[in-house]
């Protein structure tokens, strides 16, 4: 390298995240604590599906390894089936998309009607015809009061 003493080495940080495949089959069988056949056989189910290298050896990710730990969990100490274990983790995938879904909606909602939520005005009419103004999650001040109406202006 030009500009460089000789021998001096460029040091180059390198901190995969949870999701980098990094692991070849027998690293992350160990990592696991399972026999290489069983990560071959769950790929084969679908329970956990490593990323392929063009050569289409297995790579698997921090990621894999804990959902590898996680379906052996499953299968030994909770006795699930695998089958189970496969709707299992189809349900928390279908969870975690529809979470990831209703933050972006309340983003939207938010964007589009940014005081939604606040700002609405409650009241409550008394038996003698009074209106008493509220807040929204405050209860009506006449404890006899069962109308309840909510007012948002028209924008």
Known sequence: MTGMPDGAHVRVEFSP???TPVFVISVAAE???????????????????PQRTRGGGRRYSAHDV??????????QEEG???????RILELEDQVSALQAQVVDLLAE???VHPSSGRGS????????????????GERPRYAGSQALVIWRPRR
């Not at 699930?80 to 496969?86: C, K, P």
Request: aromatic share 4%; net charge neutral.
């Open 17 to 19: 995240d949870d999701d």
């Open 121 to 136: 005005r409650i009241f409550s009419v008394t038996p003698g015809g009074d209106v008493l103004a509220g807040r929204l």
């Open 66 to 75: 804990a959902l590898l730990r996680e379906v052996q969990r499953l299968s």
């Open 109 to 111: 909602l938010e964007r």
């Open 31 to 49: 990592l696991a604590g399972m026999h290489a056949q069983t990560l071959r056989q769950y790929d084969r189910l679908g329970l956990v599906t």
């Open 80 to 86: 699930v089936s695998l089958a189970g274990i496969a």
